[in-house]
């Protein structure tokens, strides 16, 4: 039995959806971490968002994307950090990359642009401050990536915590 093109468009139309985002840490050569203020939400963020699927794009795209979109800054992504499965209240799951932005130096901060129509504003935060800016799953999963540049692996997590 054949399966016709319109009956697998209609089963994938079908299938649960998934959002996914993608996003870069920054950090200064002391080790703070950029963060941007959002005017649509509470908390702060890593400059990224959501990859657009639709166009093919993939996270790294994505994560680039939004940074040069959010920030101004155009820069090649360094290995993947993260990979947080997100549950929430009122939306679909999310699937939440988190790649490595490098280290931006006096230059590249004074270069940093925000998109006025998103955010408010930006800073660079302590490791030990994220959390109380960071709501959420969001903060654990910094951190989680954090320690994952550090020691050269990659946190597979699940709302932020390590996923078993």
Do not use: C, K
């Not at 990859?51 to 994505?62: A, K, L, V």
């Not at 499965?85 to 988190?98: D, I, M």
């Amino acid at each position: 039995m054949s399966t016709s093109h319109s009956d697998f468009a209609a089963y994938v139309a079908s299938l649960p959806r998934v959002l996914a985002g993608a996003a870069a840490i920054f950090r200064d050569a002391g080790g703070r971490v950029l963060l941007v203020e959002p005017n649509y939400r509470e908390g702060w963020a890593l400059p990224g968002g959501t990859i657009e699927s639709d166009e093919g794009e993939s996270p790294r795209r994505g994560a680039r994307r939004e940074t040069l979109e959010e920030i101004g800054l155009d820069r090649e992504l360094g290995r993947l950090l993260a990979v947080d499965w997100v549950l929430g209240p009122h939306r679909p799951p999310q699937v939440a990359y988190v790649y490595d932005g490098g280290v931006l130096d006096a230059a590249d901060l004074g270069a940093i642009r925000l998109q006025e129509a998103e955010l408010l504003s930006w800073r660079l935060v302590e490791r030990e401050e994220l959390t109380g800016f960071l709501l959420g799953s969001l903060g654990h999963r910094v951190l989680a990536a954090l320690d994952a540049l550090a020691d050269g692996s990659v946190a597979e997590l699940e709302n932020g915590r390590p996923a078993r």
